[in-house]
């Protein structure tokens, strides 16, 4: 079950429409009535909308009742200014397709066009288009709505494109692979002071300091050398002038690793870091820990069946190994209420392939096919095997 090439050729002008015209997590609003529009031209039975914001769900039935297998996608945009000039760049200052979700959501929008025309025997297939994932909100927003209750899904499945790994391949894991994230703020209050005369007041600038250098040594001295974890800093603002001690000093970052129980682990030795120098140099401390995603861990079976589904389309070379990646993705949060795999298919390889999340960075369309047979093939494959 492949597009033909008019099919194709429709689904990389959507693409390329939808990089065109980006949006940002929260605000994809014309972004979802397009995706709901499309999905009732294509004849899907039914379109559900503004599920945990603007989600879009779709659900095509099979000529019988069976299993529910879903497919899912994001379609958010980034804060981040695109530098290509092809004539598809994006329209809007500041916004930008620069990790492919607008190739993610045109590969699910191809793989409901095939599924529409060849249907499941028995079973459902529900398309997820899934907002806010840039932001960690959009999964776990979509959840708390009711959306497994309403759907009642067996298994999950979605595809994220990877640079990298040589275009059209595929890497699944049987290990976690996308790490979980937490964000963090982290802000020392003082009387502040003349710079001159820094015995009579506590310098929040001093405790910063020892609080960048203090977290350093929690993945190294804290934690088990066989995990994996991460911590970083991404900024610091406080002062204004040479000579004026600050009031405050406020620190934001990230944690991240692959176990439940680590990551508690790291809330608790960030706090204890704060706190302990907060009484090292006698200034007030507030912590604001804000988990965000869980890790993306894969269903084993469920793994098996996307690898065993790429050896039978494409043969076992379509298949590569890949190292697990610290970025994060909600489709964790997915993950964890209901059996699946998240895949990575080749957006490219070689020195000079964009990275994701970079201004120069865009889907390459020559994979949309193959990622929309993946999808299509993976549900069939379920749905045949949970009869």
């Known amino acids: 079950m492949t597009l033909s090439a008019i099919e194709l050729e429709k689904m990389i002008t959507f693409r390329r429409e939808l990089h065109q015209h980006p949006e940002l997590s929260g605000q994809e609003s014309i972004t979802a009535e397009r995706i709901a529009m499309m999905l009732r031209g294509l004849g899907v039975d039914e379109v559900h909308e503004k599920i945990g914001g603007h989600g879009v769900v779709g659900v095509i039935k099979g000529a019988s009742t069976g299993a529910t297998v879903g497919l899912r996608a994001d379609f958010d945009a980034l804060p981040l200014e695109e530098a290509n000039q092809f004539s598809h760049r994006s329209s809007q200052s500041n916004v930008m397709h620069a990790c492919g979700h607008d190739g993610h959501t045109a590969m699910l929008m191809a793989a409901a066009a095939q599924l529409v025309n060849q249907r499941p025997a028995r079973g459902n297939v529900v398309l997820i288009f899934q907002p806010a994932e840039e932001i960690g909100t959009g999964a776990e927003a979509m959840l708390a709505e009711g959306f497994q209750e309403k759907f009642s899904l067996d298994a999950i499945f979605g595809l994220h494109n990877w640079p990298g790994v040589e275009a059209g391949r595929f890497v699944i894991h049987d290990v976690p692979h996308m790490a979980s994230s937490d964000d963090f703020e982290v802000t020392f209050h003082s009387t502040g002071g003349h710079g001159a005369m820094p015995h009579l007041t ?14 350093q040594q929690i993945v190294s001295r804290n934690i088990d050398p066989q995990d994996i974890a991460v911590i970083s800093l991404g900024s610091l603002q406080s002062g204004h002038a040479s000579n004026i ?70 043969g076992h070379e379509q298949l590569v190994e ?32 964009p990275k994701l999340h970079q201004p120069d960075y865009d889907f390459n369309d020559a994979i949309l096919s193959i990622g929309s047979d993946f999808l299509t093939s993976v549900a069939m494959q379920f749905l045949d095997n949970h009869q």
Request: aromatic share 6%.
């Open 322 to 353: 890949h190292p697990v990646s610290m970025g994060a993705d909600d489709m964790g949060a997915f993950l964890t209420d209901i059996p699946g795999t998240y895949a990575w298919i080749g957006n490219g390889s070689g020195p000079q392939t």
């Open 245 to 314: 001690i600050p009031a405050t000093a406020r620190l934001t970052g990230t944690a991240r690793c692959f176990k439940p129980e680590l990551r508690k682990r790291l809330e608790r030795r960030i706090s204890d870091v704060a706190e302990g120098v907060s009484k090292a140099t006698g200034c007030d401390v507030t912590l604001d820990y804000v988990p965000s995603t869980p890790a993306v861990a894969n269903d084993r079976g469920c793994a098996q069946l996307c690898r065993d589904v790429v050896v039978q389309r494409w």
């Open 202 to 215: 506590t310098d929040p600038i001093v405790a910063a300091s020892l609080f960048t250098t203090a977290i």
